[in-house]
C-alpha cells in the first residue's frame, strides 16, 4: 500500500530532551515535506526537501532540524524541544515538485513537550 | 493579518444540505487552489485543486475561484454524514510550498 507513515504518534516529553519524529514514504517520491498544525492556523511548513541532500526553510523553521540522506525518509529533529513546539505534526511526500503534484500527508505526530 | 482566512465554523448542517465553505486570501500571486479534507485523527487528503478563475466539478463537490475578489469557495451538494470533517483551503505561488487556511469544521447530521 502506497503510504507515507510517522513514528511515533504521539510522545509527550520534556523542555530540552533531543528526539527524533521519523517519516517514511514508500513511493519514490522526490519531495517531501514537514508540517505543524495548530489551532486556528492550519498547516504551516517547517521544512522542505526537493531530494536526496537538498533540503531548505519553509515558514516555521526555528528550533527544528531536517536531513534527507535517503530518497524515502525524511526524520524531522528537535533539538532542545520547547512547550512552544507542543503541536501536531505531518510528513507529507509529492512525486514531484510543482504545485500541480499532489501532496500525500502521514496520519500525524501528535507532540507535547512539557 | 493571516494571507489565507478561513472561517473556523464549526458548520452544522442537516444531511441533504448545500454546503457552502469559503476562504479569502491577500496575496495576489497565489496561482493554485486546493481543498483538503481531514478526518479527525488523519492527515489531510487533497479533494480538488483549481487553477484558473471559475468553477471545476467533481461529483457533488464543486470549487469555484474568483480571483479579481481574492475568494474561493467549496460547495458539497447532498451532503452526508461521511462529509464530517474538517475543511482546508490551500493556495501556492510556485513549487511545493502550500500556504493553509485555519481550516473549517463541518459536520452534517444525520
Known amino acids: 500500500e502506497a503510504q507515507v507513515t510517522q513514528n511515533p504518534r504521539y510522545l509527550i516529553t520534556v523542555t530540552g530532551k533531543k528526539l527524533t519524529v521519523t517519516c517514511s514514504q514508500n513511493m519514490n517520491h522526490e519531495y517531501m515535506s514537514w508540517y505543524r498544525q495548530d489551532p486556528g492556523l492550519g498547516l504551516r511548513q517547517i521544512y522542505y526537501?526537493?531530494?536526496?541532500?537538498?533540503?531548505d526553510k519553509g515558514d516555521v523553521p526555528e528550533g527544528y532540524k531536517v536531513s534527507r540522506k535517503e530518497k524515502r525518509n525524511f526524520p524531522l529533529i528537535l533539538e532542545s524541544p520547547s512547550p512552544n513546539q507542543t503541536s501536531l505534526y505531518f510528513c507529507?511526500?509529492?512525486?514531484?515538485?510543482?504545485?500541480?503534484?499532489?501532496?500525500?500527508f502521514g496520519p500525524g505526530t501528535r507532540l507535547t513537550v512539557t | 493579518q493571516k494571507e489565507v482566512e478561513q472561517d473556523p465554523g464549526p458548520l452544522s448542517v442537516p444531511e441533504g444540505a448545500i454546503v457552502s465553505l469559503n476562504c479569502t486570501y491577500s496575496n495576489s500571486a497565489f496561482q493554485y487552489f486546493m481543498w483538503y479534507r481531514q478526518y479527525s485523527r488523519k492527515g489531510p487528503e487533497l479533494l480538488m485543486y483549481t487553477y484558473s478563475s471559475g468553477n471545476k466539478e467533481d461529483g457533488r463537490f464543486t470549487a469555484q475561484v474568483d480571483k479579481s475578489s481574492k475568494y474561493i469557495s467549496l460547495f458539497i451538494r447532498d451532503s452526508q454524514p461521511s462529509d464530517s470533517a474538517t475543511y482546508l483551503c490551500a493556495m501556492n505561488k510556485a513549487g511545493n510550498m502550500l500556504t493553509f487556511g485555519g481550516g473549517t469544521r463541518l459536520m452534517v447530521k444525520p
Open positions: 526537501s526537493m531530494n536526496v541532500e537538498v533540503t
Open positions: 507529507a511526500s509529492s512525486l514531484s515538485t510543482g504545485p500541480t503534484y499532489e501532496q500525500y
